[in-house]
């Protein structure tokens, strides 16, 4: 069973960057397509990108897509998520989860981190 501990998250002001990565423990890494989602409050998970387990196929939110590139380490068990041109409606809490096939909606995710916060000042 794996395990995902999420990192980076922090205060931006808006049009800045931020890299959050997502540790994960266990020997099938690999094995799983890893997604973000993110939720702001008051709203519903959504997502935002994922990644095959190989790394070559991704798909992205159209909100996000542009501005946000998800990449993994396989050899480093790390999944990456790079936000560039922060705009205030990214603030929100991020996590990042895994899961066997490729659907996007997150009942379909088995393993989730704990989230971290991303925070986009005006």
């Known amino acids: 069973q794996a395990q995902l501990v999420e990192s980076g998250g922090g205060l931006v002001q808006a049009g800045g960057s931020l890299r959050l990565s997502c540790a994960a423990s266990?020997?099938?890494?690999?094995?799983?397509?890893m997604g973000w989602f993110r939720q702001a409050p008051g709203k519903e998970r959504e997502f935002v990108a994922r990644v095959t387990g190989s790394g070559i196929t991704t798909r992205y939110a159209d909100s996000v897509r542009g501005r946000f590139t998800i990449s993994r380490d396989n050899a480093e068990n790390t999944v990456y998520l790079q936000m560039n041109s922060l705009k205030p409606e990214d603030t929100a809490v991020y996590y990042c989860?895994?899961?066997?096939?490729?659907?996007?909606?997150?009942?379909?995710?088995?393993?989730w981190g704990q989230g971290t916060q991303v925070t986009v000042s005006s």
């Open positions: 266990g020997r099938t890494f690999s094995s799983y397509t």
């Open positions: 989860a895994g899961t066997y096939g490729l659907r996007i909606t997150p009942e379909a995710y088995n393993y």
